[in-house]
């Protein structure tokens, strides 16, 4: 079956620190992969998606993620966290049906 | 370009009750999906619409079903409401996200149900 995991619910980091949130996933075929940001009373956000090409993908916010077809994963990462960085999120990809599946997110606390 | 808009934000409705929820999508999107969001469970596809025409599906009952129209604004409706379907559920918009492939979220609707 298709599917996404993000193995931790919740990470800390310390302002200023480098942040990662991992995702691994399972699809057939190449892998359609995106990050969203989710605020607090606020829907989705994109932050960034690999489709094909390097690697490595930049996105917004200073944000970026490695895409890892050996491990199928596509952690997020920043390199210099925020406390503004603190949120909700969600790893996805689209399946070969066109369907978008959804890690169970990830909540980010930067701390200060 | 305004956003994607869903009203209402909030809903309180009891068990058995039906409800109907609405989507403005990005002006010029024409696809339409939902989602429903709880804790622990992530977001789960309904469905999309694309040019008045249920594109896709996920593993909902038939209690959930939706509906676009020509504008591209999209209503989803769910009848003889259930205590677990309370959620937030999300609406989002995207061009074509079989091409492009990003969507973009409204700020969702919560339901509650007693």
């Known amino acids: 079956a298709q599917s996404v995991a993000q193995p931790e619910d919740q990470v800390n980091v310390a302002e200023g620190n480098p942040l990662t949130v991992k995702c691994t996933y399972s699809?057939?075929?190449?892998?359609?992969l995106f990050w969203y940001v989710q605020y607090p009373n606020r829907g989705l956000q994109f932050l960034l998606k690999?489709?094909?090409?390097?690697?490595l993908v930049k996105g917004s916010y200073g944000f970026e993620a490695e895409f890892n077809k050996s491990q199928t994963s596509f952690h997020l990462k920043k390199p210099s966290a925020l406390v503004s960085d603190s949120a909700l999120y969600f790893c996805?990809?689209?399946?070969?049906?066109?369907?978008?599946?959804f890690g169970t997110g990830t909540r980010l606390k930067v701390l200060a | 370009k305004a956003g994607v808009t869903q009203t209402p934000r909030y809903l309180i409705k009891t068990r058995g009750q039906q409800v109907t929820l609405s989507c403005s999508p990005i002006?010029?999107?024409?696809?339409v999906s939902w989602y429903q969001q709880t804790p622990g469970q992530g977001l789960q596809f309904l469905f999309e619409?694309?040019?008045?025409?249920?594109?896709n599906k996920g593993n909902f009952p038939g209690r959930f079903s939706g509906r676009q129209f020509s504008n591209s604004r999209s209503e989803m409706n769910v009848s003889t409401l259930e205590l677990g379907d309370s959620a937030l559920y999300l609406c989002?918009?995207?061009?074509?996200?079989?091409?492009?492939?990003?969507?973009?979220f409204g700020p969702g609707t919560r339901l509650t149900v007693l």
């Open positions: 996805a990809v689209r399946d070969t049906a066109y369907k978008y599946i």
């Open positions: 690999y489709i094909t090409g390097d690697n």
């Open positions: 989002a918009s995207s061009l074509d996200p079989r091409r492009e492939g990003e969507q973009f």
């Open positions: 699809v057939s075929g190449n892998p359609y």
């Open positions: 002006s010029g999107h024409r696809s």
């Open positions: 619409y694309f040019s008045e025409t249920q594109r």
